[in-house]
């Protein structure tokens, strides 16, 4: 795996470059000591996936921390026994090409008093990643408190600062007067929302990039234990008491060493839906690596104690198709991965999601898909592929191609989830948008396609790449189309844009201007996911800039450029960059919630959470 590469071009999902942060270079008397413990002791269980054991390259993703963390007090403190500190300390950096950061600094300020207690006159805000069951990305104005009138009077309230962090990217919940987040070290924090003070704090094994989803309770109940579900980079789904921050259960969502979850669970009813992705293309840049065998699946589990109900895979078991010219095993199919979080037809009993492409040949129709399945039985009840034949693998950037499928792309995977909108014709209908720039507008009941429309020029990474919104027959779209060093037929068309939900056709539109300058890894456009009101249009940038706009135009209204450095309430050094991933800006009350920070797939570092208001 390219460990440098910054400015490469990458998958959006699995990233071909693992950002490094500049100012913690490792010594090279700490590389060697790491290399040396991780071949004496790793290697034979991470490059072969025995025992689930994550391959290298999602290591190399991981916080140092959390790494420390696992050969210290975690699920490898018994196979590290042997290992001095200093050992397990210059495996984590070697790994990861990052120092460890100051432990006396990662502990954040602890609530007293009130600041410490749970409000269960409050249950959750919202639903959970898609904020109703729809994922419509709507938040009604009585419920943002921020509208037209007073949206220009938004001011920082609080900053918090994510130790050891590159990148902020994990939605946040609320719930009981707290905010639930996680972070890039694998910490999970309740922070009061009032003044950001931490009621608790949980460590998952890796890092935390899915929203947080907490369970309703009715108003004032006094006995109500509501629980709260999350993923992390290495594949494995939590519950622990939203009230306590103590862990309930912890499962894997797949077997396969190369699983992660991108997308946050969907609760509904009596079952969580889980989204299975993984990082297998990034494994397949290696000649050595048999590629490949991942299938991309959504996992129902029982939310009370995670016993798995169902498990629905999105392509047939992998089989050997012949030799590489490196002389490495070829399996297929494979791919298919489910990066969003699935949107709930309650009329209709089923869930949507879309789908990425294949990452070996040969292709399978339910790559690059927009998918309808059943919600008691996990039974697909429709597939529309919007792309066939793309097959593609990080194989497909390097010299040596031998993992590379015939097919080479394009890479187009939906990335953006899939929500339920109906429109000014009372039809209801599925909306997303893919990678390639193109938005699609499908029947909810028979998934036949309606309309597709070509707004941004596409790229491998976005296009449309993590998340639309819509309200009232109108559905949002944000544009990246970052450069992406491929040539394109198309010129790049970044920005914001409205597009009736019935045809397809343009409400509005709001390009994006280019104010980087000078700034390393900014680009303009919109690559995270979005949220609207009835009046405004919230966004987060790739130049850093969070911005909101008039829903009924497109015109701006106000932003703030988050780039720059901040005191936060836990004295942790922080910094805003890029907005990306499924992370979208969150209003309730008065108060406008962001993280700022994307140091992946050549995006702008940070690592602060914003939190704004009006008052």
């Not at 890092?207 to 309770?217: D, G, L, N, Q, Y």
């Not at 002389?327 to 009993?349: H, I, L, M």
């Not at 004295?571 to 406008?592: D, E, F, K, T």
């Not at 140091?599 to 008052?615: D, E, R, T």
Request: aromatic share 8%.
């Amino acid at each position: 795996m390219a460990l440098a590469a910054v400015a490469a071009p990458t998958s959006g999902d699995a990233s071909a470059d693992a950002y490094r942060d500049a100012n913690g270079n490792i010594s090279e008397a700490t590389r060697a000591k790491g290399e040396n413990v991780y071949n004496g002791l790793c290697i034979a269980c991470h490059q072969t996936g025995v025992n689930r054991a994550p391959q290298r390259f999602i290591l190399e993703q991981t916080a140092p921390e959390s790494i420390y963390r696992a050969l210290t007090k975690g699920v490898m403190q018994e196979q590290a026994a042997a290992l001095s500190d200093d050992d397990k300390k210059a495996v984590a950096e070697y790994l990861t090409s990052r120092k460890l950061g100051s432990t006396a600094a990662a502990k954040p300020v602890m609530c007293s008093g009130t600041a410490a207690q749970f409000d269960r006159s409050q249950p959750p805000a919202f639903t959970g990643w898609g904020l109703d069951r729809a994922n419509s990305h709507m938040i009604p104005t009585s419920v943002a408190g921020i509208d037209r009138a007073n949206a220009s009077r938004l001011k920082l309230k609080w900053a918090f600062g994510f130790p050891n962090a590159l990148r902020a990217r994990s939605q946040p919940a609320i719930a009981g007067g707290a905010l639930f987040v996680g972070s890039h070290d694998g910490t999970v924090y309740a922070l009061d929302l009032e003044t950001g003070c931490a009621r608790w704090t949980f460590s998952a094994a890796s890092e935390v990039r899915t929203a947080i989803i907490v369970a309703p309770w009715a108003a004032g109940d006094a006995k109500a234990a509501p629980l709260a579900y999350f993923g992390d980079l290495t594949g494995d789904v939590y519950a622990v008491d939203a009230f306590t921050g103590k862990q309930v259960w912890r499962v894997p969502a797949d077997e396969h060493s190369s699983a992660t979850l991108t997308g946050a669970p969907t609760l509904y009813g009596d079952t969580l839906f889980v989204p299975v992705s993984s990082l297998e293309e990034a494994a397949a840049m290696n000649p050595a690596y048999p590629c490949c065998t991942f299938r991309g699946s959504i996992l129902g589990l029982d939310p009370r104690n995670g016993k798995v109900k169902w498990q629905t895979y999105l392509v047939d078991p992998s089989q050997q198709r012949g030799i590489t010219t490196a002389g490495t095993e070829r399996f297929g199919p494979s791919g298919a991965p489910v990066w969003n979080s699935p949107a709930v037809d309650v009329k209709r009993n089923q869930i949507y999601f879309t789908t990425g492409g294949n990452y070996s040949s040969p292709v399978t129709a339910n790559g690059d898909a927009i998918i309808a399945m059943d919600v008691a039985t996990g039974r697909i009840n429709w597939s529309y592929q919007a792309m066939g034949g793309d097959a593609w693998n990080g194989s497909c950037e390097e010299k040596d191609k031998a993992n590379c499928p015939e097919e080479e792309g394009p890479d187009y995977d939906f990335g953006a989830g899939a929500l339920l909108a109906t429109g000014k014709d009372g039809r209801d209908y599925v909306v997303t948008g893919q990678k390639s720039g193109i938005a699609y507008g499908l029947d909810a009941a028979t998934g036949k396609l309606v309309w597709q429309h070509q707004i941004g020029r596409g790229g491998v990474v976005g296009g449309i790449h993590f998340g639309l919104a819509a309200h009232d027959g109108v559905a949002f779209v944000p544009v990246s189309d970052v450069p992406d060093g491929r040539e394109h037929a198309l010129p790049a068309h970044p920005g914001l844009f409205a597009l009736d939900v019935a045809t397809g056709a343009y409400v509005w539109q709001s390009p994006s201007a280019n104010v980087c300058g000078d700034r390393k890894f900014c680009h303009p456009g919109y690559s995270g996911a979005i949220t609207i009101t009835p009046e405004l249009v919230l966004a987060g940038s790739n130049d850093g800039y969070l911005r909101i706009f008039d829903a009924a135009n497109g015109q701006n209204i106000w932003e703030d450029d988050t780039g720059k450095t901040y005191p936060t309430v836990n004295n942790v050094a922080a910094h805003g960059g890029s907005m990306g991933g499924g992370i979208a800006p969150i209003a309730y009350n008065g108060l406008l919630i962001m993280g700022s920070g994307y140091g992946f797939a050549g995006k702008m570092p940070g690592n602060v959470l914003l939190v704004y208001s009006v008052k």
